[in-house]
């Protein structure tokens, strides 16, 4: 199994920025890619950011040009710049194993961002 820390949440004021960080133990050998969602209140889970072993990267529409993703051997970093009120969510690190031929996700226990003046 993987098991993931999540760091550096806060309050932040719009237009600041902020930057999180996620690092895996376990079998981290069998970890096919690492990103990051996030979940504001009556809202579903979306995809903020990932990044898989080939090192290709997505970006959910909302952050494009002003997040970025990115990873250092179990360790997966968001750079957050230019946040907006919207950008206030709960953010969880995620990371995707294929054991045998099933998908199993692993998931942090969430870091907080708050953006408000």
């Known amino acids: 199994q993987v098991q993931l820390a999540e760091s550096g949440g806060g309050l932040v004021q719009p237009g600041g920025s902020l930057r999180l960080s996620c690092t895996a133990s376990?079998?981290?050998?069998?970890?096919?890619?690492m990103g990051w969602y996030r979940q504001a209140p009556g809202n579903e889970r979306e995809l903020v950011a990932s990044?898989?072993?080939?090192?290709g990267i997505n970006y959910g529409d909302s952050v494009k040009g002003r997040f970025t993703i990115s990873r250092d051997m179990n360790s997966v970093y968001l750079q957050m710049n230019s946040l907006k009120p919207e950008d206030t969510a709960a953010y969880y690190c995620?990371?995707?194993?294929?054991?045998?031929?099933?998908?199993?996700?692993?998931w942090g226990q969430g870091t907080l961002v708050t953006v408000s003046s």
């Open positions: 995620n990371a995707v194993s294929i054991i045998g031929t099933k998908r199993v996700d692993a």
């Open positions: 376990g079998n981290t050998f069998s970890i096919l890619a």
């Open positions: 990044t898989n072993r080939g090192g």
